[in-house]
Protein backbone atom coordinates (compact mmCIF):
# COMPACT_ATOMS: atom_id res chain seq x y z
CA UNK A 1 0.00 0.00 0.00
CA UNK A 2 1.43 3.57 -0.59
CA UNK A 3 2.43 5.73 1.83
CA UNK A 4 0.59 8.86 2.14
CA UNK A 5 2.03 11.88 3.36
CA UNK A 6 -0.09 14.97 5.09
CA UNK A 7 -2.79 16.06 2.11
CA UNK A 8 -6.44 18.12 2.23
CA UNK A 9 -7.62 14.54 1.77
CA UNK A 10 -11.07 14.56 3.97
CA UNK A 11 -11.75 10.81 3.77
CA UNK A 12 -8.81 7.93 2.53
CA UNK A 13 -9.31 5.38 0.47
CA UNK A 14 -10.97 2.02 1.16
CA UNK A 15 -9.67 -0.40 -1.46
CA UNK A 16 -6.30 -0.96 -2.90
CA UNK A 17 -6.03 -1.90 -6.94
CA UNK A 18 -3.86 -2.74 -9.46
CA UNK A 19 -2.46 -0.30 -12.28
CA UNK A 20 -4.14 -2.77 -14.76
CA UNK A 21 -7.46 -2.92 -13.29
CA UNK A 22 -7.08 0.98 -12.91
CA UNK A 23 -6.38 1.19 -16.27
CA UNK A 24 -9.16 -0.78 -17.58
CA UNK A 25 -11.65 1.06 -15.03
CA UNK A 26 -10.44 4.84 -17.42
CA UNK A 27 -9.97 3.07 -20.21
CA UNK A 28 -14.05 1.91 -20.15
CA UNK A 29 -14.86 5.69 -18.80
CA UNK A 30 -15.79 5.02 -15.42
CA UNK A 31 -14.83 7.04 -12.41
CA UNK A 32 -12.22 5.76 -10.18
CA UNK A 33 -13.59 6.51 -7.26
CA UNK A 34 -12.03 5.19 -3.66
CA UNK A 35 -8.64 3.55 -4.38
CA UNK A 36 -5.59 3.44 -3.62
CA UNK A 37 -3.11 3.01 -6.96
CA UNK A 38 0.31 1.81 -7.35
CA UNK A 39 2.16 2.36 -10.20
CA UNK A 40 1.98 4.26 -13.30
CA UNK A 41 -1.79 5.51 -14.79
CA UNK A 42 -0.45 6.59 -18.15
CA UNK A 43 -2.65 7.97 -20.59
CA UNK A 44 0.23 9.54 -23.11
CA UNK A 45 -0.57 6.77 -25.14
CA UNK A 46 -3.25 8.03 -26.67
CA UNK A 47 -3.43 11.67 -28.15
CA UNK A 48 -7.55 11.76 -28.28
CA UNK A 49 -9.12 10.53 -24.95
CA UNK A 50 -12.96 10.52 -25.64
CA UNK A 51 -14.04 9.68 -22.15
CA UNK A 52 -14.16 11.32 -19.16
CA UNK A 53 -11.63 10.93 -16.37
CA UNK A 54 -12.54 11.25 -13.01
CA UNK A 55 -10.08 10.35 -10.17
CA UNK A 56 -11.86 10.86 -6.54
CA UNK A 57 -10.79 9.99 -3.32
CA UNK A 58 -7.84 8.41 -4.34
CA UNK A 59 -3.95 7.86 -3.82
CA UNK A 60 -2.35 7.36 -6.99
CA UNK A 61 1.72 6.99 -7.33
CA UNK A 62 1.98 8.38 -10.58
CA UNK A 63 -0.52 10.02 -13.61
CA UNK A 64 0.84 10.92 -16.93
CA UNK A 65 -1.31 12.38 -19.72
CA UNK A 66 1.39 14.27 -22.27
CA UNK A 67 0.51 15.57 -25.43
CA UNK A 68 -3.25 13.98 -24.61
CA UNK A 69 -6.42 15.91 -26.01
CA UNK A 70 -9.30 15.29 -23.78
CA UNK A 71 -12.60 15.81 -25.51
CA UNK A 72 -14.57 15.18 -22.27
CA UNK A 73 -14.15 16.66 -18.77
CA UNK A 74 -11.40 15.94 -17.07
CA UNK A 75 -12.27 15.71 -12.76
CA UNK A 76 -9.66 15.53 -10.01
CA UNK A 77 -11.12 15.49 -6.50
CA UNK A 78 -10.29 15.18 -3.02
CA UNK A 79 -7.20 12.81 -4.27
CA UNK A 80 -3.36 13.02 -3.54
CA UNK A 81 -1.00 12.74 -6.80
CA UNK A 82 2.54 11.62 -6.05
CA UNK A 83 3.63 12.40 -9.44
CA UNK A 84 1.48 13.60 -12.28
CA UNK A 85 2.14 15.50 -16.20
CA UNK A 86 0.04 16.98 -17.98
CA UNK A 87 2.61 18.79 -20.72
CA UNK A 88 0.85 19.78 -23.55
CA UNK A 89 -2.62 18.06 -23.08
CA UNK A 90 -5.17 20.28 -23.77
CA UNK A 91 -9.22 20.22 -21.78
CA UNK A 92 -11.71 21.09 -24.44
CA UNK A 93 -14.09 19.88 -22.03
CA UNK A 94 -13.00 21.36 -18.95
CA UNK A 95 -10.98 20.82 -15.90
CA UNK A 96 -11.48 20.49 -12.53
CA UNK A 97 -8.59 19.88 -10.02
CA UNK A 98 -10.28 20.40 -6.26
CA UNK A 99 -8.76 19.73 -3.25
CA UNK A 100 -6.03 17.65 -3.99
CA UNK A 101 -2.48 17.12 -2.81
CA UNK A 102 0.72 17.21 -5.50
CA UNK A 103 3.83 15.71 -4.10
CA UNK A 104 5.94 16.73 -6.81
CA UNK A 105 6.33 18.70 -9.80
CA UNK A 106 3.67 19.85 -11.55
CA UNK A 107 3.48 20.83 -15.82
CA UNK A 108 0.58 21.68 -17.95
CA UNK A 109 2.91 23.33 -20.50
CA UNK A 110 1.75 24.42 -23.99
CA UNK A 111 -1.49 23.06 -22.79
CA UNK A 112 -5.21 24.41 -21.78
CA UNK A 113 -7.55 25.29 -24.93
CA UNK A 114 -10.05 24.81 -23.17
CA UNK A 115 -13.86 25.86 -25.32
CA UNK A 116 -15.78 28.67 -23.82
CA UNK A 117 -18.33 27.21 -21.28
CA UNK A 118 -16.04 24.50 -20.34
CA UNK A 119 -13.76 26.17 -17.43
CA UNK A 120 -10.55 25.00 -15.80
CA UNK A 121 -11.01 25.29 -12.44
CA UNK A 122 -8.08 24.76 -9.96
CA UNK A 123 -8.97 25.22 -6.24
CA UNK A 124 -8.27 24.70 -2.96
CA UNK A 125 -5.05 22.44 -4.31
CA UNK A 126 -2.09 21.78 -1.87
CA UNK A 127 1.22 21.85 -4.37
CA UNK A 128 4.24 21.03 -2.67
CA UNK A 129 6.47 21.32 -6.00
CA UNK A 130 6.15 24.04 -8.66
CA UNK A 131 3.67 24.72 -11.19
CA UNK A 132 4.56 25.17 -13.92
CA UNK A 133 1.78 26.85 -17.34
CA UNK A 134 4.55 28.20 -19.72
CA UNK A 135 2.65 28.87 -23.79
CA UNK A 136 -0.73 27.82 -22.23
CA UNK A 137 -3.59 29.64 -23.83
CA UNK A 138 -6.62 28.77 -22.03
CA UNK A 139 -9.75 30.11 -24.57
CA UNK A 140 -12.47 29.31 -22.29
CA UNK A 141 -12.46 30.28 -18.40
CA UNK A 142 -10.35 29.73 -15.82
CA UNK A 143 -9.98 30.39 -12.04
CA UNK A 144 -6.91 29.37 -9.82
CA UNK A 145 -8.23 29.60 -5.83
CA UNK A 146 -7.66 28.91 -2.62
CA UNK A 147 -4.48 26.72 -3.40
CA UNK A 148 -1.04 26.48 -1.93
CA UNK A 149 1.48 27.30 -3.62
CA UNK A 150 4.74 25.77 -1.63
CA UNK A 151 7.31 26.22 -4.31
CA UNK A 152 5.36 28.81 -6.42
CA UNK A 153 3.72 28.97 -9.84
CA UNK A 154 4.14 31.37 -13.28
CA UNK A 155 0.32 31.01 -14.23
CA UNK A 156 0.62 35.32 -13.89
CA UNK A 157 3.80 35.88 -15.76
CA UNK A 158 3.87 38.25 -17.92
CA UNK A 159 6.96 36.80 -20.09
CA UNK A 160 6.24 33.26 -20.44
CA UNK A 161 4.03 33.48 -23.07
CA UNK A 162 0.74 32.46 -21.03
CA UNK A 163 -2.42 33.98 -22.94
CA UNK A 164 -6.27 34.06 -21.82
CA UNK A 165 -8.64 34.81 -24.06
CA UNK A 166 -11.35 35.60 -21.02
CA UNK A 167 -9.63 37.30 -17.88
CA UNK A 168 -8.86 34.75 -15.51
CA UNK A 169 -9.96 34.46 -11.81
CA UNK A 170 -6.59 34.16 -9.77
CA UNK A 171 -6.94 34.93 -6.05
CA UNK A 172 -6.58 33.79 -2.57
CA UNK A 173 -3.67 31.56 -3.47
CA UNK A 174 -0.80 31.34 -0.67
CA UNK A 175 2.56 31.12 -2.53
CA UNK A 176 4.38 33.17 -5.35
CA UNK A 177 2.26 33.13 -8.91
CA UNK A 178 3.87 35.36 -10.97
CA UNK A 179 7.45 33.75 -11.45
CA UNK A 180 9.69 34.58 -14.92
CA UNK A 181 10.65 31.07 -15.29
CA UNK A 182 9.73 27.71 -15.58
CA UNK A 183 11.37 25.81 -12.77
CA UNK A 184 12.95 23.14 -14.67
CA UNK A 185 12.98 22.22 -18.43
CA UNK A 186 10.12 19.62 -17.98
CA UNK A 187 9.71 17.67 -21.67
CA UNK A 188 8.53 14.13 -20.90
CA UNK A 189 11.56 11.56 -21.14
CA UNK A 190 11.34 8.74 -22.58
CA UNK A 191 13.50 5.56 -23.46
CA UNK A 192 15.74 6.03 -20.06
CA UNK A 193 15.82 7.35 -16.68
CA UNK A 194 18.83 10.11 -16.51
CA UNK A 195 20.50 11.39 -13.44
CA UNK A 196 20.39 14.58 -15.62
CA UNK A 197 18.32 15.39 -18.30
CA UNK A 198 19.60 17.46 -21.76
CA UNK A 199 20.07 21.03 -20.89
CA UNK A 200 19.82 23.89 -23.40
CA UNK A 201 23.08 25.18 -24.17
CA UNK A 202 21.89 28.59 -24.91
CA UNK A 203 20.74 29.76 -20.98
CA UNK A 204 19.16 26.73 -20.38
CA UNK A 205 15.69 26.66 -19.47
CA UNK A 206 14.96 30.54 -20.15
CA UNK A 207 17.10 30.12 -23.19
CA UNK A 208 14.85 27.21 -24.44
CA UNK A 209 11.25 29.41 -24.19
CA UNK A 210 13.23 32.26 -25.87
CA UNK A 211 14.94 30.16 -28.57
CA UNK A 212 11.71 28.84 -29.71
CA UNK A 213 9.82 32.37 -30.05
CA UNK A 214 12.23 33.97 -31.88
CA UNK A 215 13.02 30.96 -34.53
CA UNK A 216 9.59 30.04 -35.04
CA UNK A 217 8.60 32.07 -37.91
CA UNK A 218 4.69 31.56 -37.81
CA UNK A 219 3.67 34.96 -39.82
CA UNK A 220 4.06 33.31 -43.38
CA UNK A 221 1.60 30.29 -42.51
CA UNK A 222 -1.61 32.30 -42.70
CA UNK A 223 -4.40 31.69 -39.49
CA UNK A 224 -3.40 28.49 -39.08
CA UNK A 225 -3.80 27.51 -35.14
CA UNK A 226 -3.34 24.35 -33.37
CA UNK A 227 -0.20 22.37 -31.66
CA UNK A 228 2.68 20.28 -33.53
CA UNK A 229 3.54 17.54 -31.61
CA UNK A 230 7.35 16.37 -32.29
CA UNK A 231 10.09 13.95 -31.02
CA UNK A 232 12.86 13.84 -31.53
CA UNK A 233 16.36 12.43 -29.54
CA UNK A 234 19.15 14.36 -27.61
CA UNK A 235 22.24 11.81 -28.44
CA UNK A 236 25.32 11.45 -26.53
CA UNK A 237 26.52 14.32 -27.87
CA UNK A 238 23.96 16.99 -27.28
CA UNK A 239 22.88 16.84 -31.09
CA UNK A 240 19.15 16.59 -32.35
CA UNK A 241 18.46 13.44 -34.56
CA UNK A 242 15.41 11.85 -35.86
CA UNK A 243 13.01 14.66 -35.51
CA UNK A 244 9.69 13.08 -36.30
CA UNK A 245 6.19 14.63 -36.41
CA UNK A 246 3.94 12.96 -34.24
CA UNK A 247 0.62 15.07 -35.07
CA UNK A 248 0.98 17.55 -37.65
CA UNK A 249 -0.69 20.43 -38.16
CA UNK A 250 0.07 21.38 -41.94
CA UNK A 251 2.94 20.61 -44.04
CA UNK A 252 4.19 24.57 -43.30
CA UNK A 253 3.84 24.22 -39.59
CA UNK A 254 5.13 20.47 -39.46
CA UNK A 255 8.42 21.71 -41.47
CA UNK A 256 9.00 24.75 -40.36
CA UNK A 257 8.72 22.92 -36.56
CA UNK A 258 11.45 20.38 -37.71
CA UNK A 259 13.60 22.90 -38.88
CA UNK A 260 13.92 24.73 -36.06
CA UNK A 261 14.15 21.55 -33.98
CA UNK A 262 17.22 20.43 -35.66
CA UNK A 263 18.81 23.80 -34.91
CA UNK A 264 18.74 22.76 -31.18
CA UNK A 265 21.63 22.12 -29.21
CA UNK A 266 22.28 20.57 -26.04
CA UNK A 267 24.53 19.30 -22.73
CA UNK A 268 23.63 15.94 -23.33
CA UNK A 269 22.03 13.82 -20.28
CA UNK A 270 23.64 11.25 -18.10
CA UNK A 271 23.23 8.18 -16.40
CA UNK A 272 25.98 7.40 -13.84
CA UNK A 273 28.16 9.20 -14.65
CA UNK A 274 28.01 8.38 -18.70
CA UNK A 275 26.00 10.61 -21.23
CA UNK A 276 23.40 8.87 -23.00
CA UNK A 277 20.29 9.37 -25.51
CA UNK A 278 17.25 10.72 -24.19
CA UNK A 279 13.91 10.92 -26.26
CA UNK A 280 11.91 13.93 -25.93
CA UNK A 281 8.29 14.36 -26.63
CA UNK A 282 7.55 18.01 -27.28
CA UNK A 283 4.19 19.86 -28.69
CA UNK A 284 4.72 23.71 -29.90
CA UNK A 285 1.55 25.86 -30.24
CA UNK A 286 0.99 27.77 -33.11
CA UNK A 287 -1.91 30.58 -32.03
CA UNK A 288 -1.56 33.62 -34.96
CA UNK A 289 -4.29 35.54 -33.29
CA UNK A 290 -2.38 36.86 -30.14
CA UNK A 291 0.09 39.03 -29.98
CA UNK A 292 3.57 37.79 -28.73
CA UNK A 293 2.58 34.06 -30.09
Not at 20 to 34: H, K, Q, R, T
Request: net charge negative; glycine share 8%.
Amino acid sequence: MLTVSENNMTTQPRHTISIEMASEIINDGLPLVDFYIDGKLNLAISFNWEKEVIIENCIVEDFVAVGTEFEKMVKLVNSHFMNCNFYGSFFKKGLIIDNCIFDNYLDFQAGGHNKIGNPVIITNNNFKDFVNFFDCWYTGEISVCGNKFNKGTNIESKELLITFDIPPLIENNIGTTNFEKEQALELEALGCKTQTIPIFKNGGEEGFSKFLKNNLNKKHMGNIEGTVKVSFTVDATGKVKDPTILSSLSKEADKEVLSVVQMLEFIPGSHNGKNVEVVYNLPISFCFNKKGK
